[in-house]
């Protein structure tokens, strides 16, 4: 726990300082370094600290740089007051540039993750499609698709059954959700965890199974792209059992 915690604190107060450092070592050279440049080397401070992607230390570093730009770069010197006009832009300026910095790579940390989980899929799908190409053993390719349907759609437990239909909500082929009849908005309310929910394994207009997904323990939210990659896995496995194979 100790371990864990103290890189979001080593973070937060490097956030704090490293602006005050920066400002006092810019300050023996305020006379030959005009403030507008000295504020884009503020930024750059902001940047590093915003790259570690935690939004709160990345704020605190626009904040303790337009203070500290302030207090030793901006006249009178040493006080928290600004007499020029300028002055006062550029802290403005600098202070939202820095909350705009973190806001942006943020959004490219998050961009980058989202991209790393699709070739996740891409992959899972890929690699059940060599499985069935290379003939596989039916409870291997089972085994393997079960195991990535949990992982793309955060839930508990995915097991293939050879029964079709009893009154359990279902996963489509579009990727929406129904329960007796009505769409569930699986983004805002989550699957079902007070039953299993049945994606039916089709292929070529006939129904082979199904997959039994339990979600119990906790809210699974998982996207329309999720829930797509999901009935392309279980379409995999519907390919498999079209034609003869071996079953272990």
């Known amino acids: 726990m100790r371990t864990t915690t103290r890189g979001p604190a080593l973070v937060l107060w490097a956030a704090l300082v490293v602006p005050l450092v920066a400002c006092a070592v810019l300050a023996a050279f305020r006379e030959s370094v005009a403030n507008t440049n000295a504020a884009l080397g503020l930024v750059l401070v ?13 704020v605190l570093a626009a904040l303790s740089c337009g203070v500290w730009f302030d207090f030793f770069l901006t006249e009178p010197y040493q006080r ?4 020029d006009p300028a002055d006062v832009e550029t802290a403005v ?3 939202l540039v820095g909350v705009a910095v973190t806001e942006i790579a943020l959004w490219g940390r998050r961009q980058q993750a989202s991209a790393s989980e699709r070739e ?24 393997h698709v079960s195991r990535e349907i949990v992982a793309v759609l955060g839930i508990d437990d995915c097991r293939f059954d050879r029964g079709t239909g009893s009154g359990l909500p ?11 009849g009505h769409e569930i908005d699986v983004e805002r309310d989550g699957l079902p965890v007070d039953d299993r929910i049945e994606l039916l394994v089709e292929h070529g207009g006939a129904v082979h199974g199904r997959f039994l997904l339990t979600a119990s323990t906790r809210v ?24 003869p194979r071996p079953a272990g």
């Open 46 to 58: 902001v940047v590093a600290v915003a790259a570690t992607g935690r939004r709160t230390a990345g």
């Open 220 to 243: 699974s939210k998982p996207d329309l792209d999720r829930r797509l990659v999901a009935v392309t896995l279980a379409g995999q496995v519907g390919a498999a059992l079209t034609g």
């Open 120 to 143: 996740g899929y891409l992959t899972g799908i890929v690699t059940a499609s060599r499985t069935v190409a290379d003939g596989a053993p039916t409870d291997t390719l089972v085994d």
């Open 93 to 95: 300026l600098l202070l």
């Open 80 to 83: 928290l007051t600004i007499d």
């Open 170 to 180: 279902r996963l489509h082929g579009d990727g929406s959700v129904t329960r007796h």
